[in-house]
């Protein structure tokens, strides 16, 4: 709780609700796709100016770096309902409209599935590799 302030997302400071009417799945879509369509104008970029390369590469690891924590428990968020036993029904504890039981749930969670491959999964993995490779200059013996 102490460090939630660290973990906001550029859409909590943008809400859209006011605008378009949206659910859960509509602000995961938009969570997890942002830093990645960020991350493919950096890598085309890079391709325009190759003596950018360098730079937009630091670029791309301080956007991941970023965005690790908020798409990472936007992502886990999925699997969060909350049952009420009075009406034996189960609902999605950061989006109440979306009944835990429906086909909406259903793509989140499928949705959310393939996503924890490349945020909480894929990010730290690409790190390790990253460090890996540079082992010996972090550490030469």
Request: with cysteine.
């Amino acid at each position: 709780e102490v460090l939630a302030f660290f973990n906001v997302g550029i859409f909590d400071l943008l809400p859209l609700e006011c605008q378009v009417d949206s659910d859960y799945l509509v602000g995961l879509l938009l969570t997890l796709l942002t830093p990645i369509c960020i991350c493919l104008i950096v890598f085309g970029y890079s391709l325009v100016r190759p003596s950018a390369k360098e730079r937009c590469f630091d670029v791309f690891l301080l956007i991941t770096y970023l965005v690790l924590p908020t798409c990472s428990t936007t992502i886990f968020h999925v699997w969060t309902c909350e049952t009420f036993d009075e009406i034996d029904k189960s609902y999605l504890t950061v989006d109440y409209s979306i009944d835990c039981d429906s086909d909406r749930y259903a793509q989140l969670v499928t949705l959310a599935s393939i996503f924890v491959l490349v945020f909480p999964v894929g990010i730290p993995c690409m790190y390790a590799v990253l460090l890996w490779r540079s082992r010996l200059e972090l550490n030469p013996e």
